[in-house]
């Protein structure tokens, strides 16, 4: 038997899913050579994933591609939740962009695939290989090494200094690594019903509470539609998906269960688990392969591609020499934790909606109409802050003690306000941060405040200094500010970012590639809080450990 063929990369991707496509252009916009490896040569032809919030969007801004995703979408898609009799009990419909988009848009999965697929092309530095398929994974101290499936048998080995598992709920990779996942596997059933003839008028996302047949409907880009139902005990799962069963379930949804194009009608069954690690050596997990979670918070594919844009960069530190690769750990240190409330969400909501139990359901539907009253919680509701917010105490972040009056968001995501450029064109805050680690000074520009060692590190691994001003600051009408130096002066257009710098105990911001905050300095602290940075980030670098 002749040689493998083999191929040296720096990272290769298992999976070429939403996550996978996604941390692969990641990876191409920061000059990795990368593989994207996909034992299918096609995209599955049928919506999987659907709901996408702001923070995924701002991911794709990252790689260029917002815009094209928000083409397919339907934008800000309220949320009804309906209780026992049928009546509607909460209504979420977030209004505000605290990071620049919409927080609840309806996509088709398939045609996010084709747009990140499409995205690749701009980056001769990845390299796509689908009709691929991963048959062993073995690794040691320097690379890691894939033994690989050509479409026509060929055997070809991979060897590369980094490897992303994306492989999905079954994953290979993880199966090899011997990674259990914990948690539990949910004994009720669903079955998927998606036709593309929408014949209802219902524009929105509906969970029904009803304790006969718990139930969702979802209202789809393109005249698609889509049906979740719980089956019961004694139903058998198999017998539910044939076409004649398929429209008894249908029957009282839709005025013609018989008129409807049935495109697909699956058995789903949820489960509510997490890697017990992330990262293995050189292998890292990302999305469904490191963790599991019903559909009912829409978390599923966002907590991968917080995943991804999390990791991506962190790869390509360690591979450039912009970082130490001992970095690369803190992407289970930030995630995990993280990726755990994601699932715990989706549980609650789950039980809170998918009770069988009539009396406990009309007590549960009683109980949420007279809290719903009360603003707080109509707001709270409304604008979605149930949702568990990425909140890094450890990592690559830089914690300093404060005074209790002051709220730091070291370890959150930034905020992304609209700004005005020197030219007068109002952007989102993302398109001046560049792509990479950014000083953001409110009121003074960064570059000032460091010494020329400090300048020389930032310089180095290639950081943006952005100043930000007051609205309407200049001398004057039609004025902008210029910065003499290498900064970015930008105007505050609505006072977003004073507000949120006036809650900070300093006025620079050391922002992550991710959009994370490292950390928030006083200026004559720069010098400082560069030296500790560096060293989590490079510690040969000066003299670090």
């Not at 992330?278 to 978390?299: I, K, N, T, Y």
């Not at 001992?326 to 009770?355: C, N, Q, W």
């Not at 069988?356 to 979605?384: C, E, F, G, K, Q």
Request: proline share 7%; with cysteine; net charge negative.
């Amino acid at each position: 038997m002749s040689a493998p063929t083999q191929i040296r990369t720096q990272v290769a991707i298992v999976g070429a899913g939403p996550c996978g496509a996604t941390a692969a252009n990641y990876l191409g916009l920061y000059g990795i050579e990368t593989l994207l490896i996909d034992r299918d040569t096609d995209i599955i032809d049928y919506p999987r994933a659907v709901g996408m919030d702001d923070e995924s969007l701002r991911s794709f801004q990252g790689i260029g591609l917002a815009e094209e995703m928000l083409a397919d979408m339907l934008q800000n898609i309220p949320l009804k939740m309906f209780g026992a009799d049928g009546r509607c009990f909460a209504r979420i419909r977030p209004s505000t962009r605290e990071f620049g988009w919409p927080r609840r848009n309806i996509f088709m999965q398939q045609l996010a695939e084709g747009t990140l697929r499409k995205g690749l092309e701009r980056y001769p530095n990845v390299r796509p290989m689908f009709g691929h398929e991963l048959v062993r994974l073995e690794q040691d101290g320097t690379e890691v090494r894939l033994h690989v499936t050509g479409p026509d048998g060929e055997r070809i080995l991979v060897r590369a200094d980094y490897v992303v598992a994306a492989d999905g709920g079954r994953s290979t990779i993880r199966t090899q690594l011997d990674i259990p996942l914990v948690g539990d596997t949910h004994p009720r059933k669903w079955v998927v019903v998606e036709c593309d003839n929408d014949p209802l008028d219902a524009p929105y996302t509906g969970l029904h509470c009803d304790p006969k047949r718990p139930y969702v409907c979802l209202d789809l880009p393109y005249n698609y539609r889509r049906w979740e139902f719980q089956l019961v005990p004694g139903e058998d799962a198999e017998d539910m998906i044939r076409p004649e069963r398929v429209r008894e379930l249908l029957t009282g949804h839709v005025p013609d269960p018989t008129a409807l194009n049935i495109i697909r009608a699956r058995v789903y069954t949820h489960h509510s688990r997490v890697a017990s690690r992330f990262v293995d050596g050189r292998v890292f997990l990302v999305g469904d392969a490191a963790h599991l979670m019903p559909p009912w918070a829409g978390q599923g594919m966002n907590t991968g591609i917080r995943d991804v844009t999390n990791l991506a960069w962190k790869l390509a530190a360690a591979v450039s020499g912009r970082a130490h690769p001992r970095i690369l750990s803190t992407y289970d240190t930030e995630r995990r934790e993280h990726a755990k409330s994601m699932v715990d969400l989706s549980d609650t909501i789950g039980r809170f909606m998918s009770s069988t139990n009539h009396w406990l359901a009309r007590t549960r539907d009683a109980i949420l109409r007279s809290l719903t009253i009360a603003p707080p919680v109509r707001d709270w509701l409304l604008h979605m802050r149930f949702k568990p917010m990425a909140v890094y105490s450890r990592g690559v972040v830089l914690h300093h003690e404060e005074p209790v009056a002051k709220k730091t968001t070291v370890g959150r995501m930034m905020i992304q306000p609209e700004v005005e450029t020197a030219d007068g064109r109002p952007v989102l805050l993302d398109e001046v941060l560049g792509t990479w680690f950014t000083l953001v000074g409110y009121g003074t520009d960064p570059l000032v405040h460091l010494d020329p060692e400090s300048r020389a590190f930032w310089d180095g691994i290639g950081t943006r200094y952005v100043s930000v001003v007051e609205s309407r600051s200049s001398r004057a009408p039609g004025e902008h500010v210029v910065s003499a130096t290498d900064t970015v002066v930008v105007e505050d257009i609505d006072g977003s970012l004073r507000d949120w710098f006036a809650q900070q105990p300093g006025v620079v911001a050391v922002i992550r590639p991710d959009r994370y905050v490292a950390a928030v300095s006083k200026p004559l602290d720069l010098a400082s809080t560069t030296t500790e940075l560096e060293r989590l980030l490079a510690p040969s670098v000066r003299g670090g450990s």
